[in-house]
């Protein structure tokens, strides 16, 4: 058990509609960041936000937004759903990710979206 | 580009049968190399960080070492419960936070 949460586990929905996905980072650590993956596009990263503030951003629909809350928790929300967007969501934490070196990130157990 | 390969794709191995496997990588100025274990729909278990040339970590019978270009994930006498996807990962050039993640090797181990 990594420490990082995610809810839901399993999430069913139909093209068009929005979902939120939840995260909550280990204890401790200050960012988060949100990563996509499907059978054929292997581990994306989405974005990093790090004590409330986006950090850092990859290829992250326009359609896709997150946020990190005081308590640090943090959501992704997913709109206009289309079929391809369904895949494995994971967050990840880790203490700072800031700075010269990479921190080791921390994953969750990840929501499986299904968008019918 | 940043591009990180890991090779082989997928690999079998008998029970006790010791191999390697290979994760190269074009960032220049490498600012860690992740090694993650990821079991069918889980989330990635956290193996190994790797921050210098030369560098070697150890956890039972897997063993990580780093070069200037690649890093070898080294399986010594395998069980089949370390049948699993093992996942290389590099921060990109342009950031420390963006993770670029080998497309795994799939590892199987026979009893």
């Known amino acids: 058990d990594s420490g990082v949460t995610q809810t839901p586990k399993h999430l069913i929905t139909a093209t068009g509609q929005r979902v939120t996905l939840r995260c909550s980072p280990r204890?401790?650590?200050?960012?988060v960041y949100w990563y996509q993956q499907s059978l054929d596009q292997g581990l994306q990263f989405l974005i990093q936000y790090y004590n409330g503030e986006e950090r850092a951003k990859g290829n992250i629909l326009e359609r896709f937004s997150a946020q990190q809350f005081p308590d640090l928790h943090s959501e992704l929300n997913l709109s206009s759903l289309e079929l391809g967007d369904s895949a494995l969501y994971f967050c990840?934490?880790?203490?700072?990710?800031?700075?010269?070196?990479?921190?080791?990130?921390?994953f969750g157990p990840g929501t499986r979206l299904t968008v019918l | 580009e940043d591009q990180v390969t890991q090779s082989p794709e997928a690999l079998r191995l008998q029970e006790g049968e010791s191999s390697s496997l290979n994760c190269s990588y074009t960032v220049s100025g490498l600012r860690g190399l992740f090694w993650y274990r990821q079991d069918p729909g889980k989330g990635p278990e956290f193996l190994f960080t790797l921050y210098s040339a030369g560098e070697e970590k150890e956890k039972e019978r897997l063993k990580a070492t780093l070069t200037k270009k690649e890093s070898f994930l080294h399986i010594t006498a395998p069980k089949p419960e370390d049948s699993a996807t093992y996942l290389c990962?590099?921060?990109?050039?342009?950031?420390?936070?963006?993770?670029?993640f080998g497309s795994g090797t799939r590892l199987s181990i026979r009893p």
């Open positions: 204890s401790g650590d200050l960012s």
């Open positions: 990962a590099v921060p990109s050039r342009s950031s420390a936070s963006k993770i670029i």
């Open positions: 990840a934490s880790s203490v700072v990710g800031s700075g010269g070196m990479a921190d080791t990130q921390y």
